[in-house]
């Protein structure tokens, strides 16, 4: 079964520094995966996806993602943080012809003045 | 509307009760999703719709839970004699078709209170 774990339910950052938010994942076959981000009392926004090509993923926002087959990772990355990022960030990949997206358990992200 | 849209966007209900939650999804999507959000189990997966029919109800957690899509466009999901783990808000995303890589765009859910 496809699945994606995001390790850290809580990540800290200065702002004007870089972020890092971190996703693993554990695919039969070819990842479809996405990052999604939610402020509160709102649905979730996409940001930016990994189908296939190039490595680097440029998204919404200034985010980027890079995609590594041989660690099976899929992290989410802005060069300059503002405090207006803190918000919940998830991961995701596609599961099945439906098209239905499985998870990660979320990271929080707070960025400090 | 620009956007996926839901309502109620609060319900607040008595266990017991039966519920009725809508999703109009953004115009010319097919595939319709409904996912669930809570503490204690984050994001999950209910069903999914491609056009009126729904190929996959696996997330679907009892027979207390049913949706139904018409004309291709409006969903709604009924749970009967709603129970105090019913509580979550319940998303609902639309996209341009199933599968491949299009991505999913979300509403702001609907947040069920179960008392």
């Known amino acids: 079964a496809q699945s994606v774990a995001q390790p850290e339910d809580q990540v800290n950052v200065a702002e004007g520094n870089p972020l890092t938010v971190k996703c693993t994942y554990s695919?039969?076959?070819?990842?479809?995966l996405f990052w999604y981000v939610q402020y509160p009392n709102r649905g979730l926004q996409f940001l930016l996806k990994?189908?296939?090509?190039?490595?680097l993923v440029k998204g919404s926002y200034g985010f980027e993602a890079e995609f590594n087959k041989s660690q099976t990772s899929f992290h989410l990355k802005k060069p300059s943080a503002l405090v207006s990022d803190s918000a919940l960030y998830f991961c995701?990949?596609?599961?099945?012809?439906?098209?239905?997206?499985?998870f990660g358990q979320g990271t929080e992200l707070s960025v400090k003045p | 509307g620009a956007g996926v849209s839901q309502s109620p966007s609060n319900k607040v209900t008595e266990k017991g009760k039966d519920v009725e939650l809508r999703c109009d999804p953004i115009?010319?999507?097919?595939?319709l999703y409904w996912y669930r959000q809570s503490l204690g189990q984050g994001l999950e997966f209910l069903i999914y719709?491609?056009?009126?029919?729904?190929?996959?109800k696996s997330g679907l957690p009892s027979d207390r839970f049913s949706a139904e899509r018409t004309g291709g466009s409006v969903s709604t999901l009924t749970i009967q004699r709603t129970q105090q783990e019913d509580s979550a808000v319940y998303l609902c995303?639309?996209?341009?078709?199933?599968?491949?890589?299009?991505?999913?765009?979300f509403g702001d859910g609907t947040r069920l209170s179960i008392l």
């Open positions: 995701a990949v596609r599961d099945g012809w439906g098209g239905k997206l499985i």
């Open positions: 990994y189908i296939t090509g190039d490595n």
């Open positions: 115009s010319g999507h097919t595939a």
């Open positions: 695919v039969s076959g070819n990842p479809y």
């Open positions: 995303a639309s996209s341009f078709s199933e599968g491949g890589s299009q991505p999913q765009h």
């Open positions: 719709f491609q056009g009126n029919s729904a190929p996959d």
